[in-house]
């Protein structure tokens, strides 16, 4: 099984709104990654998880804030975006030795 | 720094070999992959190579890799409808750690009936 959800599908949300973005795997996976990917651009890396902790946070601005519960969930809080964070956001997980990443099918997110 | 090109549109007949092509500029890359993507979805993994490998085969798609130039291929033999997609070429440098992945721009892939 090489499956990784996420949920919601589709999001829509105004600027002031606070909404969250899940990801679950059970593969036993111990890195877990949030990606962004524009229309026609690929996907950019956003955080990295390892072992349920925060080990790469790319310039991300506080308004996206990410956590990690379990080793098997990963979240992405959204507050106060801005219509240009609309995007498809991507999770992925790997085993961290061979780091073969496995991507769900993403949220689609549009800011108002 | 990191840097992974591939050419933007590929056209090729249904029933053909499609071959696309990746270079990249860090030579430390670890790990080199090929993911499909299909509007409005996700990316979907369609094989890997580590840099201490030349060739990969896997049912219809050959993966081969020239270190020296650094550049990456990915052909899909008799190559379907379903095949159209892009395809990103992707490279990470860890071993052994968790980083992310670098992309190249993605190809395009148009099947011609």
């Known amino acids: 099984d090489t499956e990784v959800t996420q949920t919601p599908k589709h999001l829509v949300m105004g600027m002031t709104n606070k909404k969250s973005l899940k990801c679950e795997q059970h593969m036993g996976h111990r890195a877990m990654y949030w990606y962004k990917q524009k229309a026609k651009k690929p996907p950019e890396l956003m955080f990295v998880?390892?072992?349920?902790?925060?080990?790469i946070n790319e310039s991300v601005p506080s308004r996206f804030s990410p956590e990690c519960p379990n080793s098997s969930l990963l979240n992405l809080h959204l507050h106060a975006l801005q219509p240009e964070d609309s995007a498809l956001y991507l999770c992925a997980s790997s085993q961290l030795i061979t780091d073969t990443q496995y991507f769900g099918p993403g949220t689609r997110l549009t800011v108002l | 720094g990191e840097d992974v090109e591939q050419s933007l549109f590929l056209s090729v007949r249904e029933g053909d070999s499609s071959v696309i092509n990746c270079t990249y500029t860090d030579s430390s890359s670890t790990y080199l992959y090929w993911y499909k993507q299909e509007p409005g979805a996700g990316l979907q993994l369609l094989t890997y190579i580590f840099s201490n490998m030349d060739m990969k085969q896997d049912q219809r798609l050959t993966v081969l890799l020239n270190k020296k130039d650094k550049h990456l291929s990915l052909r899909i033999a008799d190559t379907q409808t379903g095949d159209s997609a892009i395809y990103f070429c992707?490279?990470?440098?860890?071993?052994?750690?968790?980083?992310?992945?670098?992309f190249g721009k993605g190809t395009h892939l148009i099947i011609q009936p």
């Open positions: 998880y390892s072992y349920e902790k925060l080990s």
């Open positions: 992707a490279e990470t440098l860890s071993g052994g750690g968790a980083d992310g992945l670098t």
